[in-house]
């Protein structure tokens, strides 16, 4: 179903590949990965379309090239239109993690314009704009801290819901959102444990793991020198 013109303020998420570039390098791969993307945003969207065609929200999107925007139509509840987004890229990103494919995500809440005519992002007249999405394409793209490959992370900044999502919570997927200590302009999302008490095991191996790689490239370097 085509997407109809869209003005206002608006949840909205940005999900691109995360290193693309070398994917491209192996052409079969690369037309897998993007042929698995579109086709499981499309399958979490049309999900949530069925569950919620009575109600008065509508998450849609569109996936172009490498990336994905996701959007809330109605946001009369900002709770549950924010929840709505999550549940998107959760279902999203482990999808594409059985085909050892990893995203990045980065989600922020502001004005967003959709013009139906439109065909690519940034080149024709009456484009997609709104500080919601160069809000969330600049943090993928620009922002320090640098997002890792498979992190999820809100941008705080003209986010309404913050003090309420700081908050304890027993909501299952509320409970997922953390800040980090080195980091005070964004909450990340942990999509990829089912229960809070694996955020910090999560992020002990994930650190570890990172570190490893640089130790990696540290004896390449002595090896050849």
């Not at 390098?25 to 069925?50: C, H, P, Q, T, V």
């Not at 992370?153 to 959102?177: A, G, H, M």
């Not at 095991?201 to 650190?207: K, L, P």
């Amino acid at each position: 179903m085509p997407i109809k013109d869209f003005e206002g303020e608006t949840f909205l998420a940005y999900i691109d590949i995360s290193g693309f570039k070398a994917l491209m390098k192996d052409e079969k791969k690369a037309i897998k990965a993007l042929e698995n993307f579109y086709k499981y945003g499309y399958n979490a969207l049309s999900k949530f379309f069925r569950a919620q065609s009575a109600s008065d929200l509508s998450l849609e999107g569109f996936f172009i090239s490498d990336c994905g925007i996701l959007f809330v139509r109605d946001n009369f509840n900002k709770m549950k239109s924010f929840k709505s987004i999550l549940r998107a890229v959760r279902e999203i990103n482990r999808n594409m993690l059985r085909h050892n494919v990893i995203l990045k995500t980065s989600i922020a809440f502001g004005q967003f314009k959709y013009h139906k005519k439109l065909e690519f992002i940034g080149i024709e007249k009456n484009l997609i704009y709104g500080n919601a999405y160069l809000s969330a394409y600049l943090d993928l793209e620009k922002t320090l801290p640098k997002i890792q490959p498979g992190e999820c992370r809100i941008v705080k900044r003209n986010f309404p819901l913050i003090e309420e999502l700081l908050k304890p919570k027993e909501n299952e997927i509320l409970c997922l959102l953390r800040e980090k200590n080195n980091d005070n302009q964004h909450l990340y999302f942990y999509w990829m444990v089912n229960h809070p008490s694996k955020i910090q095991d999560f992020e002990d191996i994930y650190s570890e793991t990172y570190n490893l790689r640089y130790q990696g490239i540290l004896e390449v370097l002595k090896k050849f020198k």
